[in-house]
C-alpha cells in the first residue's frame, strides 16, 4: 500500500509510535487523518499538527472505537487503513491480579477485535482495506518479567494472523507491527534493562519501517531486524531458545 490519496485512522495516535505514524502519513500524502488517544489534548495536537481529525477514544471501550470509526467514516469517507496501534505494559509476575490482567487485554488485544469486528465486513463489502496492528516483538518471543505484556502481545499476534488466513483471499491486507524497545514513555525508566538490549530505536525509525512493510505488504514489520533471527532460532530449537532466554533474564537481573 501507498498511503498517498488514502484515508488512515490511527489509535494511541497522540504520542510515540502513533504520534510518529501520524506524521509520516502526512509526509506521504495521506488525503486525511485520524487521531485517536486516550490523552484527548495530546490527539488534538497532532492532528493540528498535520491538519487532520481527532477524537478522546479509550480503546478498551467497543463502543467508543465504534464511535471513532463511524465518524470518520461519515465525514471523510471509508478507512482505507486503520492502525491500531494503542498498547499498555502493565502487570508483572503471577501476583499480577485479574482486572489489571483484564485491562492490558482490553488494551493490548480486544482492542484490535473490536476495531476488527466493525471494519472488517465494511472493508470486505466495498472490495478490501488494511488493518495495521502493532504488537511487539514480545508478541513472536517473550517479555521478560512482564507475563501480562507477553501473554497479550502474543495474542494480538495470533489474532492478526488468523484476520490474514480468514479474509486475506477477500481483499483484506494485514500487517504486524513487532518493534523492540522504541523511544517513547513506555519504556520511560527502563532503558539500561532489557529494553535495550539490541538498541534503542526511535519512533519515527519505526515510521519510516511501516512505509516500507506497507509498501511490500509485508505481513510482520520489524523495525529491528534482529527479531526475524530471534524468531527463527525460536522456531529451530524451542528448548535452547528457551535456556538463552533464561541465561538473559539472569543477566538482566543483576543490572
Partial sequence: MNVTGKIVAITGGGNGI???????????????IAVADLNAAAAASV???????????????ESQLVQFIDQVERTHGPIDLFCSNAGVIMGGGLETADPLWEKVLDINLMS????ARKLVPRMIARGGGYLLN??????????IGNVTYSVSKHAAVAFAEWLSITYGDAGLKVSILCPQAVRTDMI???????????????????????IRGLAAESTLILPHPVVAEYVNRR???????????????????GL
Avoid: P
Fill in 18 to 32: 502513533g504520534r510518529a505514524l501520524a506524521k509520516r502519513f502526512a509526509v506521504e500524502g495521506a488525503k486525511h
Fill in 47 to 61: 492532528a493540528a499538527e498535520i491538519g487532520g481529525s481527532s477524537m478522546r477514544v479509550d480503546v478498551s471501550v
Fill in 112 to 115: 484490535h477485535v473490536y476495531a
Fill in 134 to 143: 502493532t504488537a511487539s516483538a514480545a508478541g513472536l518471543l517473550a517479555q
Fill in 188 to 210: 520511560a525508566g527502563h532503558e539500561a534493562g532489557v529494553a535495550s538490549v539490541n538498541g534503542i530505536i526511535e519512533a519515527d525509525d519505526v515510521a519510516a519501517a511501516v
Fill in 235 to 253: 522456531a529451530q530449537d524451542h528448548a535452547r531458545w528457551l535456556s538463552g532466554m533464561r541465561r538473559l533474564q539472569q543477566k538482566m537481573s
